[in-house]
């Protein structure tokens, strides 16, 4: 898990619909305030994993470390059809 990679939430943009919240099986977000997506535990997010940002409807979800990228797939399933922890 990462302590340099994490979503951060553009409250301006977002638009509560749970997608992000229902989505990460990681317990980065916090379950009871669901659907809006409160960051409880950041280095629970895994590092390079965008399935969060990329179900938002909203765009709402940028990374904390998104600048640093090194490839762009965690190796965790959010980049393909396999199913895997975030796809």
């Known amino acids: 898990m990462s302590k340099t990679w994490y ?3 553009d409250y301006g943009k977002c638009m509560e619909c749970g ?3 229902d ?3 990681h317990g980065v977000y916090d379950q ?3 659907p809006t997506p409160i960051v ?3 280095e ?3 590092h ?3 399935g969060c940002g990329e179900l938002c409807p909203a765009e709402a979800i940028s990374y904390v470390g998104e600048n ?3 490839s762009n797939s965690c190796g965790c399933g959010c980049s393909d059809d396999s199913g895997g922890c975030c796809g």
Do not use: E, H, L
Request: glycine fraction near 4%.
């Open 7 to 9: 979503p951060v939430i």
């Open 19 to 21: 997608v992000c919240t």
């Open 23 to 25: 989505k990460c099986q």
């Open 32 to 34: 009871q305030k669901a």
């Open 40 to 42: 409880v535990q950041p």
């Open 44 to 46: 629970n997010c895994v």
């Open 48 to 50: 390079g994993c965008r």
């Open 68 to 70: 640093n990228r090194q």
